[in-house]
Structures are given as C-alpha cells and as structure tokens.
C-alpha cells in the first residue's frame, strides 16, 4: 500500500509539472469568457505577495490561489468554505480525540469516539457501526471541492512509534482546473494503526474522485466515495490493574508493558465497505446585463449574467455493508450466541435519495433580502439482516424496505456582514416514517460596539424523528432485538455571543428530549483477581427507549489570553444531564492550551507549547465490540472514568508551504500514576511516545 501510494503521488507531482509547463506559457492571459481582461500590470500579485521586476523582464510565477466550497446535500447550493491551511494547532489534526480533545476512545489511532460533550455530538445515521469512525470519513456534506488557478496538490505524512507498535497516515490530495468553470481532482486516504495493545490494529483506506462545471445556465457537482474499514477487536485488557497498579499483578517483580497485557478477544475484526455517488445540479432561469469598462484606447463590453431563479436536482445513492468476523469463537465475553459458529454475521444497508426543487435566487428582488427554496424528496432505504437462530439455515436473510416522501422549504440570508440566517422545515407526508418532521434554524448577528466586534448567534431546533432501524431492528451473533419504539421529539435552542477584542465567547444551550433512544446493558466484567474464578458478568446490549422527558443544560466559555507571544487559549464546558443513569456525562470538561508564537527570520512562523484534557468524574460509556458502537452501563458493575489530565507537548512549525510538527504524547504517563487513565472501561490509552506530522502543499 505504501509503494502504491508513493506511486501515485509521484505520477500526481508529475502532472502538475506538465500542467506548471501550460502554465508558464499563457501567464499573459486569462480566459475571457464573459468579456472579462487581464492585462500584465494586473499580475505579478497573489494573496497579497508581490514578484519581482524590472522594466522589461515579466515574472512569470504560479498563482497560489485555491478557493474551497461544500454542497449543500439537498439544495446543491455552493458553500464557500477556507482552504485546510491551519498553522496553529495543527499538531493536533490527526488526534483521534480531535482538536480540543473532547472525544473518548480506544486508545489506538482511527478506534471509535464519542464525544463528552453531548451538543457537538452528531446525530445518529442509518447505519450507526461507522458514526464513530467519522474522524477518517467525510460526507458529501463535508466533502471539499477545489477551485484554483493552477495544478494543486497536497501531500500530508504522520507518524509515531515504531513497526511494531506504531501508526501511520498518508493523505494526498490534487485539484485542477480545465477553466475557472471546471474543475476536477482527487483525494487518497490510507490509515494504519498497528496499536500498543495486543489485537487493536486499525486499516482505513478511503478513494475520491469529483469534478464540476459551474456555468451561467447548468451547472453540475459530481462525487464518488469509496471506504474500506478493517478494525481489529481486542475487548480491552482483562485486568485494569495491568496499567493502575502493575506491582500488584506480579507481587512487584514485573513492569507490563502493553504488549504484555492480555486482552478479552483475539482474532476478531470488524469490517465495512462503503460506496457513495452524490450528484447535484441545477439550471438557472435568468438575463444577461451589459456593463462597459473604459480603458487608454479600449472599450471592453461584459456581459454579465443575473440569475433570478434555479431548478435544481440532487442525488446521493449509497451501499454499506458490515462484517463482524470472530475466529476465536469467544463464548466468555459474550452473554448470548444466537447463530451458529460458521454463520456470516453480516448487514447491509442500501439507501437511494432525490430531491428536485425551485429555489428564487437571494437578491431576486431587492425588497425580499433572502433566498427562498422549496423542495420534495424521495428516500429508498434497504437493510438486509441474518434471520436464523440456533443454527437453522444459517445463510438466510431477511430484507426491510423503507419509503418516505418528504416536502420542505428553505429561507436563508447569506450576504452582506451584518445579519445572515437560515431556516429550514420539512415532514414526512408518507411512508415509514409518516408524521416525522424537522424545523431548524440558526441566525448570526455582527456589530460594532465602541472599537470592539460583537458576534451574536442564535440557533434552535424542534424534531420528531423516528430512531434508526437498527434501534428498532437488529439480528447478530451476538445481540438480537425487534423493538416497536415511538417517535423521537427533541426541542434545543441556543445561542453564543462572542467580542473579538476580548478574545471571548460564550455559549448557552438546553435540549429537551421525549423518547429518547440509545444503546444500554450489562458490560463486561473480568474476574475480581487473577487467582480465582469469581462470576462475571458478560456483555449484553440492546436498544432501550426513555419514555419521560430528559434535559440537558450544556454551557461553554471560549476564553484566550495573550501577553506579546505568550498565548493562553481555553475552553470549558459545563453540562448537566436531568437523568445520568441513561445519559451520563461529565459535568465538566477543560482544554487549555498554553504557547509562546512567533516568527523567526520572518519566514519561519513558530508555535511551542504544551496542551491539557481533563473531564470530571462519571460513568463513561462503554464499548461494544460485536456492535462498533459506545453502549450506557447498567447494573452493578459499572466503572467510572475521569479526573486525570492528559497532556501533550509539541513544537509546531510553517514554513513557505510546509507545515510540521513534533510532538510529545503523553506527558502525564511520567509525572503521573495512571490510576484512570482510561477514556473508556478496559480500553487504556497509548503510552508516552513523540509523533510528527507534515503537510505539504505543491503549486504548479
């Protein structure tokens, strides 16, 4: 894999140097469509930089120019987004428990996460074995389009430990454009995660190709996505005392290494493949309006066009399929065995939508200040699940097919600086999940106050959703339910008001939610000891639905300091959960960032630094293998998690166009007993070890 994806790297750079050729070459142009002119005194400039000349030599250099947008998956509208060009803080993009350090995890590099923080935690798909796997995929929601001047390429490389233990990721990424209006590119990414404990491995591999023209009247966004997931289940180590007290598991004549540490399961992956085609498109209903340009001895017509009102269709169709492979048979970890040794444990999800709508163009009329859409929706949803016990025709299937029409509009605001907002309401007018509707919204208010900025945001939604299918119906070697469960009904409102000069903002929110659904049971629990073989209790997990009303009050203080190039950057959260039995969640959780910035020889920027997670004490949700999926504790054996800060030091560095980093994980392991340092039940996290990080941006 790493030859190949050198290769195709190599062959990328290549194509660029041959695109840098065409380039040098027509330097004194620019297309013209629509009337538009480029003269030589307009070049020579990008992002502000100029190039050196004189009067009679022309620098002819690349234009580092690169513009990003998102699609809006069920409206097609463009969403202009930033480039992914960080400086700051980059040591921390390839941290499983993500930039602030919020996410609980296994441990190893690409495991499963969950939020502590229960309002960023997204909302449950379809297919809930790959919701915590979206530290490595993107939905085409999510998915960054390019648009640039010139061939485009980005190589990112990290890595830590060594090969034995160690975990590696390679990201490479190229865009090129055939006209402003047309573009085309590629991403590539691989994943390993050999892991520190014994049967933990992680291998992702994820392949995108796309392409769009966005003319006057058509215009056209193409995506196709494939991802493989192959993620090896160990079910933690049999003894917390390995990592909290290690002196005690071999009357203090051994140190554990965690490679020494042995674990619940071996020889047990979990494996999904999936397959993603979005297209949106549209056709723009409008006029051309004229406009001159008077320049020394030209007079250049534009011809300019206006769009008044769009037809637009977008489609995603999409095929996911899971494996959970046991070869060991591990009938001590699981409480139940529904389907014979030599069964495929298997489901597939298969999902078809479309929706075709009118959208009237924001700035249509000058009286009505917002855009207006209105749109109808047609979602095919097909899950096929083993449908035997006992062994009884182990290869047999059953199939569920799900329909459901939905009708929405949208108004949303997006020019201007000042107010911006944007709402949208739909319901389900028939099929499964008739009587399911959706209003959400969110505004943003930006004004001056004395020599200050101040940014006011309201957000808010009201949901009756039903749960997933696979809360209502599941069928596995392991776990087994069919549950007639009620709509979902949450109601949230929130908002946040920050002032940039005070580098402070601050957010409030409470959700309310009636039937709330999620995933419980028994978790499993080694031995009291070594040397007896005292009951346990064995894993058991169902869907469970909370039929009274549940709140959570959540707040969070954005509060960053500086002091000439020291920095000091917080965040904390404090939350409350009405029931903690069916939501627990800590009633605290901190990221603090302490830096020196700044810029060395005037090229070389620099941040050093060191950063801290901490989250209160609390009964954090387990994992289930068999499931890929976080599961609340219930009964008496529940472990709670907490109270010990992880931190991490680093040196992060930019260059031109390199980003690099060292880093050095870990540091509490030395100066600290790692009594609970656990972000989940059984599942320690790595030990002490540096990590590099590069990223490179190539322009041709």
Known sequence: ??????????????????????????????????????????QGIVNGQGTERDSTIVSRGVPHDIKMFHIDPTLGNIIPVDADTSVYNFQNLHLTDDLNGEYNHLGNMGSPRLSRIFFNRKSDGQFLFTDGQDFFLTTPSEFYFTNTKSPWSNVTYYRAGNKRNGEERFKGRFGVNASKHTGIGFNIDYLYGRGFYDHQSTAYFNGSIYGYHHGDRYSINLLYNYDKLRLAENGGITDDRYVTNPEAMAEGKKTYRPEDMPTNTERTWNENLLHTVFIAQDYNLGYYKTRTDSLPDTVVIHRDFVAVSKVFHTMEASTKSRRFIDYANTKDYYLHDYLSYDSVDATRYLRLRNTIGLTLVEGFNRWIPFGASAYATHEYRQFTLPDSIGGIGRDHTQTYKENNIIVGGNLQRTSGKAFHFNATAETVLAGTDLGAFRIEGNADLNFRLGKDTVRVRAEGYMKNQNPSFYYRHYHSQHYWWDHSLHKEFRTRIGGSIGIDRWRTRLYIGIENIKNYTYLAGTPYMPPANTTTTTPRSLSDVTARQYTKNLQVLSTTLFQDFKLGILHWDNEATVQYSSNKEVLPLPLINLYTNLYLKFTYAKVLRIQLGADMRWFSRYYAPDYAPALEQYFVQEGD?????????????????????????????????????????FLVPHYPINPRMFKFGLSWNLWD
């Open 637 to 677: 054996h529940r472990i709670e998690l907490g109270g010990y800060p992880f931190i991490n030091a680093y040196a992060n560095f930019h260059l031109k166009q390199v980003r690099f980093y060292v880093m050095y994980y870990h540091v509490t392991q030395e100066a600290l007993k790692q009594s609970n340092s």
């Open 1 to 42: 894999m790493r030859k190949a994806f050198v290769s195709i790297i190599t062959v990328l750079n290549l194509c660029s140097g041959l695109h840098a050729q065409q380039a040098l070459s027509m330097t004194n142009r620019e297309d013209n469509i629509g009337g538009s002119i480029t003269t030589l005194n307009q």
